[in-house]
């Protein structure tokens, strides 16, 4: 992540973004030194003594990026260290400090919104306690810098893009429901196409194409089509729409997040893109795969 200072940034929240299925509050990083004092003054908001503890009216998710700590709630405590993430539920006691000998490195965002409330209830979190389970720590770190690194480069305004990319991240922490219509991300023992692989499924969701993924990872266009079809037996093009239908079809699935809102969270230009995709892929409709599903 290509960030000079540790920021804390407190994005504004429009009424119609309150009203959305999930929508980011804060987002930041911080650099603590060892022996350095924690929480920082400085930060009005993110302040707590620690005998006091604190207690947030919205998630807050965050990841150790080098050094160590512990993290406490419930009367429970862990040690974290770097590649750990955890999770706060809004409302739920909670305290988190670096170690004085090490210090720590850390980035978060805080988001609320009806969707991962549910989720919340359905326990859909996949969590050891407070800690997240991550299964692909390398893609889930690669996504978590790339949201903040976008909110840095845009601090007064909070916008969809936000709430797509938080979706994609959250991903990770989620644990998939019995009966899902779609597979992930394929198989390969092409680096290159590796890489092409975990661009797209990291990405899509936002403007991507196949010159885009070509450009990532150092290829000419033809080139890696050649080299991705061999591997995968689809071509980027196919993967990058398998990729949106896929994730279209997890929030129809697992959510009740209306469908003009999916559309671009999954990377759709717009309804019909969305439809098109489905009729092909499945032969039905957005709302009636829902209804069936």
């Not at 400090?97 to 210090?103: A, C, L, V, W």
């Not at 988001?111 to 407070?130: C, I, K, S, T, V």
């Not at 909110?151 to 998939?176: E, K, W």
Request: contains cysteine.
């Amino acid at each position: 992540m290509s960030l000079a200072k540790p920021f804390r940034h407190a994005l504004p929240v429009s009424e119609t973004l309150f009203h959305d299925a999930l929508y980011l509050t804060h987002a930041g990083w911080e650099r603590i030194k060892p022996g350095e004092p924690y929480p920082q003054r400085d930060a009005p908001f993110f302040y707590f003594e620690w005998k006091e503890g604190r207690t947030l009216p919205e998630f807050c998710l965050a990841l150790v990026l080098s050094g160590s700590g512990e993290i406490e709630a419930h009367g429970q405590r862990a040690r974290v260290r770097r590649g750990d993430a955890f999770l706060f539920r809004p409302g739920e006691w909670h305290r988190h400090r670096p170690s004085p000998k090490t210090g720590w490195t850390l980035m978060w965002i805080h988001f609320n919104g009806d969707e991962p409330l549910r989720w919340l209830h359905a326990n859909l979190f996949q969590l050891r306690g407070n800690l997240a389970a991550i299964e692909n720590q390398a893609l889930f770190r690669s996504q978590f810098a790339h949201l903040v690194a976008t909110v840095h480069r845009n601090p007064s305004v909070n916008c969809a893009n936000f709430s797509r990319q938080a979706i994609g991240l959250l991903s990770h922490v989620l644990g998939d429901q019995p009966g899902g219509a779609t597979r992930g991300m394929p198989a390969t023992a092409d680096d290159v196409v590796k890489a092409a692989v975990e661009y797209i499924w990291n990405f899509s969701h936002d403007i991507v194409d196949v010159s885009a993924v070509a450009r990532e990872v150092g290829l000419a266009r033809r080139t890696l089509d050649r080299r991705f079809r061999a591997a995968t037996g689809r071509s980027v093009l196919g993967e990058i729409q398998f990729c949106r239908v896929s994730r279209a079809a997890k929030l129809l699935q697992e959510t009740t997040m209306p469908v003009k809102h999916i559309v671009h969270r999954a990377g759709f230009r717009n309804d019909e893109h969305l439809r098109l995709a489905f009729q092909k892929s499945f032969g039905k409709s957005p709302q009636a795969f829902r209804r069936q599903s």
